[in-house]
C-alpha cells in the first residue's frame, strides 16, 4: 500500500485499499454510504479580483474549456454537460478512458480541452464541440484531454462532505490518469506569485480553492476566480443583417438577464470564419421573431435588424465592461450549449477574501 493511501487510512480511519481504494461508512470523516447514483450539479466559482496567498487554500490552472461531469455505473458511462446535456457522441475517447477504469462507479468533475500554441482554447475546442457524427469526430484532428479536478461519489459512496484536499487524494488514487484523462495538479503557498505566472504564459487565469471546503452544488466563495483576461458567456437576442460580401449576418446582438429582463451588452462582428458565418446564419433565421428581446434601450441598433428568440449562449472575450454596461473590444470565441440561457447574468467582480 502506497504511504499516502495509508496516512489516508490512519487519518480517516475507514479508509481501505481494494484495487486501488474503497471508502467505508464513516459519517465522521465525510463519506456517506448510498445507493442512490444520480445527477450532481457542479460547483461553481465567483470572480473576484482581490487576489491573495493563503497556506490553507490550494490553486490550480483555469482551463479555458468546457466543465463536464463523467459518470460510470458497471458499464454505463455518460459525459454530461452543466446543463445535463448528453456529449457522449462528442467525446467518444472519454467514454472508452471511462469504461477502462477499475473503479464500478464514479462520478468525477473536471474540463475538456484542446490546445492552441501550448495553452488551453476554447475557440479551438468549439470547432470539436459542434461535431456529434461519428464519423465527423473520427475524421477531426483536434485532441482533446479531460483535465479531473475533483471526485463526488465513488463505489457507492458519496464523498462530497469529504475536504477537498482529500477527495482530492482519493481522485488521484482512484483513477487511472492516462489521455486523454488527466489529473489537475495544484500548487501551495504563494497564490499570487502563480497567478501572475498563469498571466505571463497565457492562461485564463487560475482558481483558487478552500482545501478544507466541501462540494457544493452551487455558485461558492470556497472557489474563487482570479483572471488574467475577460470572457464570459451572453444571449444571441438578434443579428444584424450582413453588408458588401459577407455572408450569414453581420453581428451578432448580446445580452445578459438581469432578474427576468435581458439586458443589451453590446454587438459582436469579429471571430467569425465563413462557415460558421453560414450555419450560424441558418441557426438565427429558424428562431427569428418579430418582437425584440431586449429591455428598451437606446443604444440598440434600428436599421437592418432579425430579432430571435434569446435561446442560443456564446463565449464571447472582450477587453473591460464600459460604465454604461456595454463589452469593449468584443470577440467571439464560440457557441455554449453547456448553459441555458436563463442562467446567463453579467459577471461582476466580487471583492472576497477568504473563508475563515
Not at 478552500?210 to 444571449?235: G, H, I, P
Amino acid at each position: 500500500m502506497k504511504k499516502i493511501l495509508k496516512n489516508l487510512l490512519e487519518e480517516y480511519k475507514g479508509l481501505i485499499t481494494k484495487e486501488k481504494l474503497i471508502l467505508t461508512n464513516n459519517k465522521k470523516a465525510g463519506a456517506q454510504k448510498t445507493k442512490k447514483f444520480s445527477w450532481i450539479a457542479p460547483m461553481a466559482a465567483m470572480l473576484t479580483k482581490k487576489y491573495f496567498s493563503d497556506p490553507t487554500w490550494i490553486y490550480e490552472c483555469k482551463f479555458d474549456g468546457e466543465r463536464l461531469v463523467m459518470y460510470k455505473n458497471g458499464t454505463n458511462v455518460k459525459i454530461m454537460t452543466r446543463n445535463k446535456h448528453l456529449v457522449n457522441s462528442t467525446y467518444p475517447e472519454l467514454v472508452k478512458a471511462a469504461e477502462k477504469q477499475s473503479a464500478s462507479s464514479f462520478i468525477i468533475d473536471g474540463e475538456v480541452v484542446a490546445f492552441k500554441h501550448g495553452v488551453t482554447s476554447f475557440e479551438k475546442l468549439n470547432e470539436r464541440m459542434r461535431l456529434t457524427k461519428e464519423a465527423s469526430v473520427s475524421a477531426s484532428t483536434i485532441k482533446i484531454y479531460f483535465y479531473i479536478f475533483d471526485i463526488m461519489y465513488l463505489d457507492g459512496y458519496n464523498i462530497t462532505r469529504l475536504p477537498l484536499i482529500r477527495r482530492k487524494t482519493i481522485l488521484k488514487n482512484a483513477i487511472s490518469f492516462k489521455d486523454p484523462l488527466r489529473y489537475t495538479e495544484h500548487k501551495t503557498g504563494d497564490g499570487v506569485a502563480y497567478y501572475h505566472h498563469a498571466c505571463r504564459i497565457g492562461w485564463e487565469g487560475i482558481m483558487a480553492k478552500n482545501a478544507a471546503s466541501t462540494y457544493q452544488s452551487k455558485r461558492s466563495r470556497d472557489w474563487l476566480k482570479f483572471k488574467c483576461v475577460q470572457m464570459q458567456e451572453l444571449v444571441v437576442g438578434g443579428y444584424t443583417h450582413p453588408s458588401g460580401d459577407r455572408q450569414g449576418f453581420g453581428a451578432l446582438l448580446l445580452g445578459y438577464y438581469d432578474g427576468k429582463t435581458l439586458k443589451f451588452a453590446g454587438k459582436v462582428g469579429t471571430g467569425f470564419n465563413d462557415a460558421l458565418l453560414a450555419d450560424l446564419g441558418k441557426q438565427l433565421a429558424q428562431i427569428e421573431q418579430t418582437k425584440c428581446p431586449f429591455v428598451a434601450d437606446e443604444k440598440l441598433p434600428k436599421k437592418d435588424v432579425h430579432w430571435v428568440k434569446p435561446k442560443i449562449v456564446a463565449q464571447i472575450g472582450f477587453e473591460e465592461w464600459t460604465k454604461y454596461g456595454r463589452l469593449r473590444q468584443p470577440r467571439f470565441l464560440g457557441l455554449r450549449d453547456d448553459k441555458k440561457a436563463k442562467d446567463v447574468v453579467r459577471e461582476d467582480i466580487k471583492q472576497l477574501v477568504p473563508t475563515e
